[in-house]
């Protein structure tokens, strides 16, 4: 299923997301075949969090005091993407474990959502998974640009 096919019928879930946590964890992926493809396995050390990203540009913090700089705009374009701000707040909120990787879930007029898959290094299943157990020697991959998103916004 496409993430096209997916927006046309998230509108109900939207309304509920909006009210839940910035980032926030959930049982099982809304779109299982995309994080199978990106690495997820459904068992003991792997965990899909949701979060949401606000849209459109960021604010430059304006000087409190003096002289406004005269070519100092209001807005700015991040370096980074959407995608890799939101692994980077989800590997902040959980310092344990290891951003695998995320992908898209919906977005509305306000917010994009993503899912991150990210891996616990210390679980014994994780350890034992030949596949999967390089990401046990990985350090903070998401604050250095080492996730897919990441490569792309360091170009």
């Known amino acids: ?17 909006r ?6 964890r959930v049982a099982r992926p809304t779109r299982a075949d995309r994080a199978r493809t990106l ?9 899909i969090v949701r ?4 849209k459109g540009g960021r604010r430059r913090p304006t000087p409190m005091q003096g002289r406004k700089p005269r070519k100092m705009g209001l807005f700015y374009t991040p370096v980074m993407n959407k995608k ?6 989800v590997a902040r909120k959980f310092p344990n474990m290891e951003v695998l990787n995320s992908y ?3 977005e509305d007029g306000k917010y994009k959502y993503y899912e991150v898959i990210i891996v616990d290094k210390s679980h014994p299943s994780v350890k034992k ?3 999967r157990n390089w990401i046990v020697t990985q350090r903070r991959r998401a604050f250095r640009g080492l996730t897919s998103s990441g490569k792309k916004s360091r170009k």
């Open 1 to 17: 299923m496409k993430y096209k096919d997916v927006k046309e019928s998230v509108s109900p879930r939207i309304s509920r997301w």
């Open 19 to 24: 009210k839940q946590p910035v980032v926030k």
């Open 39 to 47: 690495g997820y396995k459904a068992k003991q050390g792997f965990v």
């Open 51 to 54: 979060t949401r990203i606000k």
């Open 84 to 89: 890799a701000i939101a692994e980077k707040r």
């Open 104 to 106: 898209i879930v919906a």
């Open 129 to 131: 998974d030949k596949e």
